[in-house]
Structures are given as structure tokens and as C-alpha cells.
């Protein structure tokens, strides 16, 4: 079956870099454009960056744009998110999640890792 | 940037009621919407994709509607598992999500 699992959250100090990754088994990764969505506690969902397929192109947030960095080695089946100059409000549960193409929606999601950024 | 706003920001219903949530795109987004479940402490679920497409698993009481900037999601006679914060999401250019619609008990 379908799985996402997210590894690499913990608590860091602001300013500091941090890199999350997302583990894909049970379908053929290297065809899937996938996603990091984000959810800062108590609040709601903000997406944050994607990969193609292929690892071409990628996309951010405003708010993450030159800190981020996302990538991936289909070879492994893994996701990764390279967080750099982390602050208080990049405090969230990440998630990874699947889509197929893009406008099918986000139909996989992994189970989530918290970040916290306090000093 | 367009934004995307959903009402209510909350609802209370009973089992068995129809629940309509609606959400707004500041700017045309075509059909590029997407509905969203969530329970606390767990991932989004997708329910609806491409504004009116059931996902592969989802009860038929889910339906989507709309074009253009409004969209609603509605349930038809709602389950006790259905209680849950719902979201929609603009897709395609940009995957922006709407705040949420928290559904809760009567």
C-alpha cells in the first residue's frame, strides 16, 4: 500500500538549519510530483513547496523562498527539505503528500513531523 | 495572489442533517478546487478534487460543486464520522488552501 513516512522534526534554535525527509513506498515514485505542506499548531494548512516527477522543477511559498530547498533522489524513494535559517514561525507539523499531475489534489499524506523553532 | 476564503468558519450540526460549506477564490481559478477532511492529529483526507470528482474510497454523501470563484461541498445526510475541520484548496498554478470549515456537534 501507499505510504509517506516524514523523519528529521525536532526542536531547533532559531536561525539554525534543519533537513526533513519523507521515506515513499508502495507506488513508483519517480512519476509522482510531490508536495510539503505545513500546519503551524492550532491553525490551519499552508502548502510550502513541490518537486516534479523528475526533480526540474520546484516551486516554494513566498515565505520560504531563498531559506528552502526542496529535492529528491528517486533512487532511494525519498523526499527531502532542507531548512535553512529557521524562525519561530516556521513551527508546524510537516507534511509530504502525493499528487498526481496537478489538479488531482493531494491524494497520499504521510503522517506528519513536528518542528519546533525556540530558543 | 489569489486568496481563498470558506464560510462558515464553523458549524454545528446533528447526524443525518444536509451541511453545505462554501468556498470563495478572490480570482477565477476555472475548476482547480479541491476538498479536504481533516481529524485532529491526523493528515488531510481528499475528498473532492477538480471541484465535482469523488476520490476513490469516498462515501457518495460527498458531493462538490461550483466554477469559477464559488464552490460549495456538501453533505448530504451527515455520519458521526464526518465531524472534522474541512479545507478547501485552489490547485493547478498555485495550492493554496482556504482556512477551514470546523463541523462539530449539535
Known amino acids: 500500500q501507499v505510504q509517506l513516512v516524514e523523519s528529521g522534526g525536532g526542536v531547533v534554535q532559531p536561525g539554525r538549519s534543519l533537513r526533513l525527509s519523507c521515506a515513499a513506498s508502495g507506488f513508483t515514485f519517480s512519476i509522482y510530483t510531490i508536495h510539503w505542506v505545513r500546519q503551524a499548531p492550532g491553525r490551519g494548512l499552508e502548502w510550502v513547496a513541490l518537486?516534479?516527477?523528475?526533480?526540474?522543477?520546484?516551486y516554494y511559498t513566498d515565505s520560504v523562498k531563498g531559506r528552502f530547498t526542496i529535492s529528491r533522489d528517486n533512487s532511494k524513494n525519498t523526499l527531502y527539505l532542507q531548512m535553512n535559517g529557521l524562525r519561530a514561525e516556521d513551527t508546524a507539523v510537516y507534511y509530504c503528500?502525493?499528487?498526481?499531475?496537478?489538479?488531482?489534489?493531494?491524494?497520499?499524506w504521510g503522517q506528519g513531523t513536528l518542528v519546533t523553532v525556540s530558543s | 495572489d489569489i486568496q481563498m476564503t470558506q464560510s462558515p468558519s464553523s458549524l454545528s450540526a446533528s447526524v443525518g442533517d444536509r451541511v453545505t460549506i462554501t468556498c470563495r477564490a478572490s480570482?477565477?481559478?476555472?475548476?482547480?478546487l479541491n476538498w479536504y477532511q481533516q481529524k485532529p492529529g491526523k493528515a488531510p483526507k481528499l475528498l473532492i478534487y477538480?471541484?465535482?470528482s469523488l476520490q476513490s474510497g469516498v462515501p457518495s454523501r460527498f458531493s462538490g460543486s461550483g466554477s469559477g470563484t464559488d464552490f460549495t461541498l456538501t453533505i448530504s445526510s451527515l455520519q458521526p464520522e464526518d465531524f472534522a475541520t474541512y479545507y478547501c484548496q485552489r490547485s493547478y498554478s498555485a495550492f493554496t488552501f482556504g482556512p477551514g470549515t470546523k463541523v462539530d456537534v449539535k
Open positions: 477538480a471541484t465535482s
Open positions: 503528500a502525493r499528487s498526481d499531475g496537478y489538479n488531482r489534489g493531494f491524494d497520499y
Open positions: 518537486i516534479s516527477y523528475d526533480g526540474i522543477n520546484t
Open positions: 480570482q477565477s481559478i476555472s475548476s482547480y
